[in-house]
């Protein structure tokens, strides 16, 4: 920087397209209170995240504007227009916001600036122009305040739908559960009713040592029994059933296919004839035939519990309401709560590939709002592909970040809506559709709060969005999800 008494008259002031409706009183102060500065070719004029001091308006020369995107200059504009302006642009807000520089400028060639300090630049604008002051507050607040409270919805819907499509996954187990139950009750009345006749002495109880050993060897059986073709097991329900019918066995239809799941056959119920005899042979079966059932419906509630478990600790995993909110996690894991809370949204059609690299290590991350990440750019690749497609989930590394990458078969984004997917508000989906926030949100949970950064690559027949994030905490952490 070159300190300058050098100014500008009131009528070059005048010249400049920001200043040219100011009154003569008005360009004779600015005219006391800015100075010219000059800054030669190839140096930084004022830096990003820096404190926001001055407020520039460009007399001569070329400048760039850039943004910093994971520790890489992006250049966003370059310019030789005369009297385009950057700097402390939001100074007239005071300590309502951070008063931080909020791009890189650039000098490409020598150039020339109408250097304001942000507090003169500030009270020029507070005095000279009350009414638009209010209507500049209430345009940057207003903005502000309805894309958060647009976030928190957006936020919500996509938990309902899930929510709703883990109600209906939860269902299934628990009705399982339910009717297992039901059952089970039933077969161990009827077991409660064979002891009774065993006590009463209808059945001999002499035996029934040996009928236990039975059937502890019918629940080993049941549990290696090979599973049958239907075919197979029809001939073999046929065969025991008309074996049952010759020995008087009420009903043998009925218990035939129980037995024959078990893996029981004929030479194996002859053993049973000769160690009970032809008199408590029914009752024998019948009692072999409750505890294979039991032990079948217990294994159906067993099943169906551990889904249970299962879908409950994705969902925590999901939310990570019991975790704290910073920590050393597995991206796997969070893809995969992720791919579970959307399994009832995923459509028959589509086939979802996970294609990880498991040997990538954990990485430090606020868990929670990267599932928000997963859970804007799954459902926006569902939402490309309709009811037919792959989504493929990758990860991998790239030098020091992690990447993960969402790739779906849908028609692909357009070059010319591409570079504005990132735009607040701005949405490809049908009114009433989308908000257009989640991909904002999800750029500003990448690239602001884990210091990342989000790419997308498109073509038809394949999108691919490329999250990057770093394996290591970065020196400089901010929990501020503002971009």
């Not at 300190?3 to 009154?23: G, H, I, K, V």
């Not at 459509?347 to 859970?375: F, H, M």
Request: glycine letters at 8%; a negative charge.
């Amino acid at each position: 920087m070159s300190d300058s008494d050098e100014r500008l008259t009131p009528d070059q002031l005048r010249e400049l397209f920001l200043f040219a409706a100011l009154d003569p009183d008005q360009l004779d102060w600015l005219a006391e209170h800015g100075r010219v500065e000059h800054r030669a070719a190839g140096t930084v004029v004022y830096a990003e995240g820096e404190e926001a001091t001055c407020f520039f308006t460009l007399l001569s020369g070329t400048v760039s504007m850039s943004r910093r995107v994971h520790g890489d200059d992006l250049e966003v504009t370059r310019t030789d227009q005369r009297g385009v302006y950057g700097g402390a642009t939001q100074a007239y807000l005071g300590g309502q916001v951070d008063q931080v520089y909020l791009n890189t400028l650039r000098a490409v060639t020598d150039a020339d600036f109408l250097v304001l300090p942000a507090e003169t630049f500030a009270h020029a604008v507070r005095t000279w122009f009350p009414m638009a002051m209010h209507l500049l507050e209430g345009l940057f607040f207003g903005m502000r305040d309805t894309q958060t409270i647009i976030g928190e919805r957006e936020r919500l819907l996509a938990l309902g739908s899930l929510s709703a499509g883990l109600t209906h996954e939860l269902n299934n187990p628990a009705g399982a559960a339910v009717r297992a139950t039901s059952a089970l009750r039933d077969r161990v009345a009827g077991m409660r009713h064979k002891l009774a006749m065993i006590a009463d002495g209808r059945l001999d109880g002499r035996r029934l040592h040996t009928l236990v050993e039975l059937q502890e060897e019918a629940v080993k059986r049941a549990a290696r029994a090979p599973q049958l073709s239907p075919m197979a097991a029809s001939d073999a329900e046929d065969a025991l059933a008309d074996w049952l019918d010759e020995q008087r066995v009420t009903a043998g239809w009925d218990l035939a296919p129980t037995l024959v799941a078990a893996g029981l056959d004929t030479a194996w119920l002859e053993q049973v004839r000769e160690v009970v005899g032809p008199q408590d042979l029914e009752s024998a079966v019948r009692w072999l035939s409750y505890t294979l059932d039991t032990e079948q419906l217990m294994a159906e509630i067993d099943d169906a519990v551990t889904r249970i478990s299962t879908l409950v600790g994705a969902a925590k995993q999901y939310s990570q309401l019991d975790r704290a909110p910073h920590q050393v996690v597995d991206v796997h894991d969070l893809l995969d709560a992720t791919l579970v809370m959307f399994k009832a949204k995923v459509p028959p059609g589509v086939r979802v590939v996970r294609a990880y690299d498991r040997g990538l290590p954990p990485i430090p991350a606020y868990a929670a709002e990267l599932n928000q990440v997963w859970t804007n750019l799954i459902d926006n690749a569902l939402s490309a592909m309709g009811p037919e497609g792959t989504l493929t989930l990758r990860t991998g590394r790239s030098g020091d970040l992690l990447t993960v990458e969402i790739v779906d078969t849908g028609p692909g984004i357009s070059e010319a809506v591409r570079p504005r997917i990132f735009e607040p508000f701005f949405t490809t989906k049908a009114v009433g559709e989308g908000t257009g926030l989640g991909l904002d949100i999800s750029y500003r949970i990448v690239v602001n709060k884990h210091h990342g950064d989000i790419r997308v690559d498109s073509v038809p027949g394949s999108t691919v969005f490329r999250v990057l994030l770093p394996l290591t905490a970065p020196a400089r952490a901010t929990d501020a999800p503002g971009r």
